[in-house]
């Protein structure tokens, strides 16, 4: 899949647009000039390429693209953890009880309360409100993040609340430079499309004993 022309612009726009202070500049070159090669690698679209890891502790299922080469790690901390080493990505998912009723803006502020979003320079490219997974209320948020030497940071967020229960959804994957910008915005796309937007939550499970 293609970046989509949104992303792509907001990418541009938070790269070029905003005048901030260290961010990145055009690539420059007179006549003859030999464009960057874009070197990075994007997500493998191709269906058969893809695995499904389940998570019985978090009581959902992830698509993943390559899924062999994901490490995951759903042991060692509260959040299942996803690495993808080839392409500099990092998967974080969660589901856990609220205590209390919560919304999209609870969550959240519990996810940054507890250090899950980045503290760094984040330049917004997307946010918007939906209804997913399920009947969660979730704000997506598609962020930039123009790291020392260049380096480019793309995260994709979910933080959706239901009932006294939030969902927390963090990819960051990054790229060495501008020159592979378009390889960063194909893989925050498909992110979106084809890993946030699949996950599947498990049924509510009947506890033994109960009437069914």
Known sequence: MKASPFTLFFLGSALFGCGHEGQVAAPSGGPGATPPVEVAAPYVDAPAAWGVFHSKRQFMTVHLPEGRAWHVDDHTRPELTATHPATH????????????LVGRDQCEAIARKKGRVPAGDLRTLESHVTVGPEAYDTRIWVALEVQPGGQLKGHLFAFGGMIRTCFFFHLETSVASLASEGVLSSRLALARTRILDRVELDPPRVKDGAKK
Do not use: H, R
């Not at 990505?89 to 209390?100: N, Y």
């Open 89 to 100: 990505s990092a998967l974080t998912v969660l589901l856990e009880p609220a205590g209390d």
